[in-house]
């Protein structure tokens, strides 16, 4: 089924807001989930390799859904696969807080892996689909919403737990998001409006591809390390109070944030390279902050630096696997996009035995070298203007 140029560029601006909501779900949805780790860890007693472990289900679930999400997109379109596992995703928030076993919590993050997984290569297909039909980028201002929907989830997390039980706490959250989304839903840009732009799925990457792909996947291994692990960083290394221990990514997502919805007007003024460049130093410099300031306090304002300086990083990573090769963009930004969730995916969850070998903090000293690694090869690998 076709759609007039017209008439989809007419329903653009209202497409943009439902996207708006679901990567704001997306991002308040893992929040809530931050807030609940060290709960559950305490709960099952568990160690931090265990923690590890359930965390690679999580992965795992949504790497094994994604392997078919272009397949699914080339047969229904992004924008009905987003309404499915939006749903999906915020009813299962609560289950994880529910599960009396670790063998029932590792099978429920992996359908939450699943749904939150499928979710986001769909919502960042509509994004770019309403992007292109708007006639100017948005993507940076998606990515701040996820990173705000993180702010949100994870300081509402913090102030329910003090409330209710956890599983309530989330099913609030949950239901919050839901009724938000039922309401903007209908607003996405009809059926396989983009079923021929992103049939293909993955195609095999170009060496600029794969380094960009290669840099998304740090820079998103560095934010899921602050999602999974910043709390338990604060609360047991740091001798943090709960409180203070969600504050964490609560500070991180918010600086991220703020850093995204500036991100466009940065990028051109100075150019793709030098923000991504600058902003891994920042973030080294915010991680050092947090190992070395000594306090709870002081770190989650290094965890705040860290946020600012990776906010465009990922934003300019998928803009320049756009315009990197004429013609084959889509599959660019696939590959891209699922080199970089496996970063986000799969890296807390092997943190997490690095983390049981020595400590937590010392995984967060992998993560600023990581920084620096960005920092050297953003050079060569993001073009000066986009």
């Known amino acids: 089924m076709g759609f007039p140029m017209q008439d989809l560029a007419a329903r653009a ?62 047969r229904v379109g992004s924008a009905p696969a987003v309404r499915v596992t939006a749903l999906l995703f915020a009813l299962l928030l609560p289950l994880p807080a529910l599960m009396p076993s670790l063998a029932g919590l590792c099978a429920v993050l992996f359908l939450f892996g699943a749904a939150g997984g499928t979710m986001d290569v769909a919502m960042n297909a509509h994004g770019a689909l309403v992007e292109r039909h708007l006639g100017r980028p948005i993507m940076s201002s998606l990515h701040g919403m996820w990173s705000l929907g993180g702010l949100v989830g994870a300081a509402a997390g913090g102030l329910l737990l003090q409330m209710m039980p956890p599983a309530a706490a989330c099913a609030v959250i949950a239901g919050a998001l839901i009724a938000l989304f039922l309401a903007l839903q209908g607003r996405f840009l009809p059926g396989k409006a983009d079923g021929g732009a992103e049939s293909g799925g993955l195609a095999l990457p170009s060496r600029g591809t794969l380094l960009l792909g290669a840099l998304t996947f740090l820079a998103f291994l560095s934010e899921g390390a602050i999602l999974d692990w910043s709390a338990i960083y604060l609360r047991e290394d740091l001798g943090g109070a709960t409180t203070v221990a969600g504050l964490g ?98 890296g807390p969850a092997l943190l997490g035995f690095v983390a049981e070998a020595s400590t937590v903090g010392f995984s967060f000293a992998l993560v600023a070298a990581l920084a620096l690694v960005i920092a050297l090869a953003s050079t060569r690998a993001v073009p000066r203007r986009a």
């Not at 991002?27 to 060290?38: K, L, R």
């Not at 099952?44 to 392997?67: E, Q, R």
């Not at 793709?272 to 300031?293: E, N, P």
């Open 13 to 74: 601006p209202a497409a943009r807001w439902a996207t708006i909501v679901a990567f704001f779900l997306n991002g308040t949805v893992f929040g809530g989930w931050a807030t609940q780790i060290p709960v559950i860890k305490t709960h099952l007693d568990l160690s931090p390799a265990v923690v590890g472990l359930a965390l690679l289900c999580l992965a795992a679930g949504a790497l094994t859904a994604m392997i078919g999400t272009g397949a699914l997109l080339g």
């Open 249 to 346: 990514f609560a500070v991180f997502s918010g600086a991220m944030a703020a850093g995204r919805f500036c991100g466009d007007a940065l990028r051109q003024r100075v150019g793709g390279a030098t923000l991504v460049r600058s902003g891994a130093m920042l973030a080294f410099a915010g991680l050092a902050v947090a190992l070395l300031g000594g306090g709870p306090v002081v770190a989650v304002v290094g965890f705040g630096l860290t946020g600012l300086g990776l906010s465009n990083v990922v934003p300019v990573l998928f803009s320049a696997a756009g315009s990197g090769e004429e013609g084959n963009a889509a599959s660019s930004i696939a590959a891209v996009a699922t080199l970089g969730y496996a970063g986000v995916l799969t």
